[in-house]
């Protein structure tokens, strides 16, 4: 078979999927190349923070980011703490925004990094790190499915809420972990 350039492809309506599959990621691969250069202003100065495949995309850092901007978003929930808790705490600071961020994550050791990392770079004022166990979600058949412990967060979480972001926990804990922020939230 003859190797079809663009434009005979366009002309002829021939395309594989292979095609489309790398367009699609040269599509998002262009588009967090982009939101990382927006976003990389807020990222810390004097320490390195990793920037996992757990983590977010800059993509979609940047639409929070927009968010939080666009339209006041000032109580901000986020289950899953990362590179996404630091960004936000700098935006906030750096715009001084009338917001607070509440991080929910279950890793001790990860939260008590994170919180000297929001110490040093002086932007910890505006954040509350929530850290909560993982546990089996009471009325749920699969005993595979957890998630975070509600009275922890009902102690330390805010009645009403602008914007949520779930990145978390990870889906290691349940095939349904990060669905059940939904029901928990709904009122909120």
């Given amino acids: 078979m003859k190797k079809m350039n663009i434009f005979?492809?366009?002309?002829?309506?021939?395309?594989?999927?292979?095609?489309?599959?790398?367009?699609?990621?040269?599509?998002?691969?262009?588009?967090?190349?982009?939101?990382?250069?927006?976003?990389?202003?807020?990222?810390?100065?004097?320490?390195?923070?990793?920037?996992?495949?757990?983590?977010?995309?800059?993509?979609?850092?940047?639409?929070?980011?927009?968010?939080?901007?666009?339209?006041?978003?000032?109580?901000?929930?986020?289950?899953?703490?990362?590179?996404?808790?630091?960004?936000?705490?700098?935006?906030?600071?750096?715009?001084?925004?009338d917001a607070k961020l509440y991080s929910v994550d279950h890793d001790t050791d990860w939260h008590h990094s994170l919180g000297n990392t929001l110490m040093a770079e002086d932007i910890h004022r505006n954040v509350e790190l929530i850290c909560s166990d993982i546990i089996p979600v009471s009325g749920c058949e699969d005993q595979s499915d957890n998630w975070y412990s509600k009275e922890v967060l009902d102690a330390q979480l805010p009645g009403g809420v602008d914007l949520v972001i779930v990145d978390g926990p990870t889906h290691s804990v349940g095939a349904l972990s990060r669905y059940h922020a939904v029901p928990y939230l709904k009122d909120r």
């Fill in 8 to 97: 005979d492809r366009m002309t002829t309506g021939f395309y594989s999927s292979e095609f489309f599959r790398r367009m699609f990621v040269n599509e998002l691969a262009a588009q967090d190349t982009q939101s990382m250069q927006l976003i990389s202003k807020l990222l810390p100065d004097n320490c390195y923070t990793p920037f996992t495949s757990y983590s977010l995309s800059p993509t979609i850092i940047a639409h929070i980011i927009n968010e939080i901007i666009l339209l006041k978003r000032a109580t901000i929930v986020e289950f899953g703490s990362g590179v996404s808790t630091l960004i936000i705490a700098r935006l906030i600071s750096l715009h001084n925004l």
